[in-house]
C-alpha cells in the first residue's frame, strides 16, 4: 500500500511546480498532481514539473473536471472533438510524470436537462479508456456526489463496456452522497486503484487525517484483506487546516498507521 498526498490539498497555498518539491522535502514518496489549468496541460510545463519532483512518484493526475471532462460524452462533434484534443495534452503531461493512473469525474449533474443514460456513457467511457491507454495511463472513475458516479451501482454498469476501468475511493464524497463508503469500496473491489482520505469531526466538519472519527484501522484492514497495493492519498481542502506542519503530520500518521498491519 502506498501513502501519499494529493498536491489538491494544497490548493491556492502552493502552485504544483511548488508542491512537489515540498512533498520531497516531506519525504512523502508518492502524489497525485491536480493539474488546474489549461496552461499546465503544456509539454513545457509537464517537463519543468516532472524536473521538480525529486524523488516524489506520481501515482496519478487529477484536472479540474469542467474544463473539459463532460465534453467528452458530448454529441456535439466538433465540441467531443475538442475535448479529446485536451484529453491527449493532459495524458501526454501524465505520461511525462511516469503516472499511470488518472482520477476521472466524467459528466458533472450540473443541468436540471440532465438525462442519464448508462449504457451510452459506458460506451464513451471505453472510448475514453482506450486513448488514455495510448499514453499508458489507466482511467479510473471516482466516486463524487455531483458527477456521473454519484452512487454504488454506477461503476458496475460503466465496467460492462469497460471491463479494465480502475475505480477511486473518495472518503469524504461517498458521506456527501450518503452512501456508506464500504459499498463503494466493495463494488470497485478489485479495479480499485486510488483511495482519497479525509476525515470528519465529531461536529461533522472535515479534517484531516487522524484528527477526526473515520476508522482509518478499518479501512486499512479491509484494503489489506483485499490485497490493494494502490494508493491512498490525503485529499482535503486547503482550508481544513491552518499549517502546512499539519499536513505533514497527518501524512506521518498515515504512513505509521499502515505498516501496523
Not at 462533434?77 to 499511470?100: E, G, I, Q, T
Not at 499536513?247 to 501496523?260: F, G, I, P
Amino acid at each position: 500500500m502506498k501513502i501519499g498526498i494529493s498536491t489538491a490539498s494544497l490548493f491556492l497555498r502552493l502552485n504544483n511546480e511548488e508542491a512537489l518539491p515540498l512533498l520531497d522535502e516531506w519525504h512523502v514518496p508518492y502524489a497525485e498532481v491536480f493539474l488546474t489549468s489549461f496552461s499546465e496541460y503544456s509539454p513545457r510545463f509537464a517537463s519543468a514539473l516532472a524536473a521538480s519532483k525529486g524523488n516524489v512518484k506520481v501515482h496519478s493526475v487529477h484536472v479540474l473536471n469542467t474544463q473539459f471532462e463532460p465534453q467528452l460524452y458530448a454529441e456535439h462533434p466538433r465540441v467531443k472533438a475538442d475535448a479529446f484534443d485536451w484529453l491527449k495534452k493532459a495524458m501526454a503531461s501524465a505520461r511525462n510524470l511516469d503516472a499511470h493512473h488518472y482520477t476521472f469525474h466524467g459528466i458533472a449533474r450540473l443541468k436540471r436537462t440532465f438525462r442519464e443514460d448508462l449504457a451510452r456513457s459506458a460506451k464513451q467511457t471505453a472510448e475514453i479508456f482506450a486513448l488514455c491507454k495510448t499514453y499508458g495511463v489507466q482511467l479510473c472513475y471516482e466516486n463524487v456526489e455531483w458527477a456521473l458516479y454519484n452512487r454504488p451501482g454506477v461503476f458496475t454498469r460503466l465496467k460492462e463496456a469497460c471491463p479494465a476501468l480502475g475505480g477511486v475511493l473518495d472518503i469524504k464524497q461517498a458521506r456527501i452522497s450518503g452512501y456508506n463508503w464500504r459499498e463503494y469500496l466493495t463494488e470497485m473491489g478489485e479495479s480499485l486503484a486510488t483511495v482519497h482520505v479525509s476525515d470528519v469531526d465529531v461536529a461533522g466538519r472535515m479534517c484531516l487525517p487522524g484528527r477526526g472519527t473515520f476508522p482509518f484501522r478499518e479501512l486499512f484492514s479491509r484494503l489489506n484483506d483485499a490485497g490493494f497495493c494502490g494508493a491512498v492519498l490525503i485529499e482535503n481542502y486547503s482550508r481544513d487546516y491552518s499549517g502546512l506542519s499539519e499536513l505533514k503530520a497527518s501524512y506521518e500518521y498515515l504512513a505509521e498507521l499502515s505498516q501496523r498491519g
